[in-house]
């Protein structure tokens, strides 16, 4: 892994009462796409209230992304 890119989307959600968390995680190694399972795992805590959390993105055991997602008063 040389040149690592991590995106997460949406990163910000309007409050519901539902548990909401993004849709997709994007990692890539320069141009290429790396695979979820195979190549990388994410893990996030459950987020339902209004705040901020993170999304924890591994490659094996190392950590390499904490990205965060927010949930905003309607």
């Known amino acids: 892994v040389t040149n690592l890119t991590v995106t997460v989307s949406p990163a910000e959600f309007e409050y519901d009462g539902s548990v909401q968390q993004p ?3 994007t990692v890539k190694d320069g141009e290429t796409v790396l695979t ?6 994410v893990s996030m805590e459950q987020s339902q209230n209004v705040g901020t959390y993170t999304v924890k993105c591994k490659l094996g055991y190392e ?3 904490d990205l965060t997602v927010e949930i905003k008063e309607a």
């Open 23 to 25: 849709t997709t995680v």
């Open 36 to 41: 979820v399972t195979d190549d990388y795992t």
């Open 63 to 65: 950590v390499v992304a």
